[in-house]
Nanobody
Framework: VQLQASGGGLVQAGGSLRLSCAAS????????MGWFRQGPGKDREFVAG????????YYGHSVQGRFTISRDNAKNTLYLQMNSLKPEDTAVYYC???????????????????WGQGTLVTVSS
């Protein structure tokens, strides 16, 4: 399984970025997917998750209302649209896949079986 995250970069506070995660080596449409992040000196935290069919999403409290997770199962790609970015959003963002195929969204790191390499997002003030 390979998960390739891209789209990170430097952006000013209030700006937007869209992250992508290209998946291979798995039946993408059957896997729940998620985004996590790890800021400087911080533990890795859950950002957003989506179930295999894309019908259910869940967000971490700090990004609720600003970030949107989505997926294109035909393209084996996961997205994270990030708007109204804040300096505290600065982190390495990781995409992850879980072998859980139910309707519910997985939020714990331990529930995810495969991880990408991460892409750095830096938000300047």
């Amino acid at each position: 399984v390979q998960l390739q995250a891209s789209g990170g970069g430097l952006v000013q506070a209030g700006g937007s970025l869209r992250l992508s995660c290209a998946a291979s080596g798995l039946t993408f449409s059957r896997n729940g997917m998620g985004w996590f992040r790890q800021g400087p000196g911080k533990d890795r935290e859950f950002v957003a998750g989506i179930n295999p069919g894309g019908t259910s999403t869940y967000y971490g409290h700090s990004v609720q209302g600003r970030f949107t997770i989505s997926r294109d199962n035909a393209k084996n790609t996961l997205y994270l649209q990030m708007n109204s970015l804040k300096p505290e959003d600065t982190a390495v963002y990781y995409c992850a896949a879980t072998n859980y195929r139910g309707r519910h969204v997985s939020t714990a790191q331990s529930q995810y079986d495969h991880w990408g390499q991460g892409t750095l997002v830096t938000v300047s003030s």
